[in-house]
């Protein structure tokens, strides 16, 4: 089974920087696909960046040009840069991974969703 642990999150001031990581654990062939997105009390959640294999990455308008996704195919982790928070990032992040795995050399794609970590943007 696929699991992904999220780390790097906390308060922080306006201004300030994170980094979030989200490391896959399990038996993953690779990587395909992943994404970042981010949820509030009472609202939907929302996406804040994604990208797939052969396509263009993503960002939600509101964090173009502060955040950027990227990922580690040798750690299997996925990572989101962020820079310049503003207090309307506070959100409960969540990553989710798109995976390619070999059961009994059968191919089985599946998407896996961490657990979610909360980023604070205060003074």
């Known amino acids: 089974q696929v699991q992904l642990v999220e780390s790097g999150g906390g308060s922080v001031q306006p201004g300030g920087s994170l980094r979030l990581s989200c490391a896959a654990s399990g038996s993953i062939s690779s990587i395909n696909g992943m994404g970042w997105y981010r949820q509030v009390p009472g609202k939907q959640r929302e996406l804040v960046a994604d990208?797939?294999?052969?396509?263009?990455?993503r960002y939600a308008d509101s964090v173009k040009g502060r955040f950027t996704i990227s990922r580690d195919n040798a750690r299997n982790t996925v990572y989101l840069q962020m820079s310049d928070l503003k207090p309307e990032d506070t959100a409960v992040y969540y990553c989710?991974?798109?995976?390619?795995?070999?059961?009994?050399?059968?191919?089985?794609?599946?998407?896996?969703w961490g657990q979610g970590i909360q980023v604070t943007v205060s003074s």
């Open positions: 990208g797939h294999s052969g396509s263009t990455i």
């Open positions: 989710a991974v798109d995976y390619l795995q070999y059961r009994d050399g059968t191919p089985i794609v599946g998407r896996t």
